[in-house]
């Protein structure tokens, strides 16, 4: 699953042309790496992402086609989030 469509129907971020946007900036990483917007994403990847006032690291637990609100929460796991001054 691309990157950007991942972070939509997770709901991480609520639009995906956000979610392209916020990896073309170089604001996403993915296994340590940066992640451009098409990027595959699967099950067991860490993803990274600086959101200006924190930095917010997720677990990919599943990948969903579409998911209701419920369960997008299930599709990943918050392992860090560190607040930058």
Excluded: W
């Excluded at 170089?26 to 699967?42: C, F, H, I, L």
């Excluded at 006032?53 to 989030?81: G, R």
């Amino acid at each position: 699953m691309r990157l950007d469509k991942f972070l939509k129907i997770s709901r991480i971020i609520k639009r995906r042309t956000v979610a392209k946007a916020v990896c073309d900036q170089g604001k996403v990483e993915t296994n340590g790496r940066p992640a451009k917007a098409g990027s595959d994403v699967d099950v067991g990847d860490e993803i990274e992402i600086d959101f200006g006032s924190k930095i917010v690291t997720f677990k990919v637990l599943k990948t969903l086609s579409h998911a209701s609100k419920e369960a997008a929460s299930s599709m990943y796991e918050v392992i860090d989030e560190k607040h930058v001054i």
